[in-house]
């Protein structure tokens, strides 16, 4: 889906969205200013288990902890090569590099802040 979108500027620019994409941040190519725009037609329950690579009914023998107190939940398929899958509850998974922190609520950012401070600190432009 294609939306024209306006700069401070004043120059017109489409942007294309893609269902599960929530926040866009694009630079205008006449005046380089940064701007983020939210997809207006994106839905929250689109992002439940579509970014797990897995089979549903094989997720509890692959879901493990970091430590033994944490609250997240990481799914280990080996299958991905670089896709870092974790949940919180096992009914919503998250996709690392796509959903964090635009698609955790304020508490599910702290408890995974809390317990990744490497993955907090390389996000922390997102922020």
């Not at 023998?61 to 997240?72: M, R, V």
């Not at 974790?86 to 609520?105: G, I, V």
Request: hydrophobic content about 30%; glycine content about 2%.
């Amino acid at each position: 889906m294609s939306i024209t979108e306006k700069c401070l500027c004043g120059y017109d620019f489409n942007l294309d969205w893609n269902l599960d994409e929530k926040i866009k941040v694009v630079k205008c190519p006449k005046c380089n200013n940064e701007m983020k725009f939210q997809n207006p037609n994106f839905k929250e329950q689109f992002f439940v288990n579509k970014h797990a690579n897995v089979e549903e009914n094989n997720l509890t023998n692959k879901l493990y902890k970091k430590n033994s107190n944490d609250q997240i939940w990481w799914v280990n398929n080996r299958d991905q090569f670089g896709e870092h899958v974790f949940t919180f509850d096992k009914k919503k998974y998250y996709n690392l590099f796509k959903d964090y922190p635009y698609n955790l609520t304020s508490e599910e950012q702290k408890i995974f802040d809390k317990e990744n401070p490497y993955w907090a600190n390389y996000f922390a432009d997102r922020k």
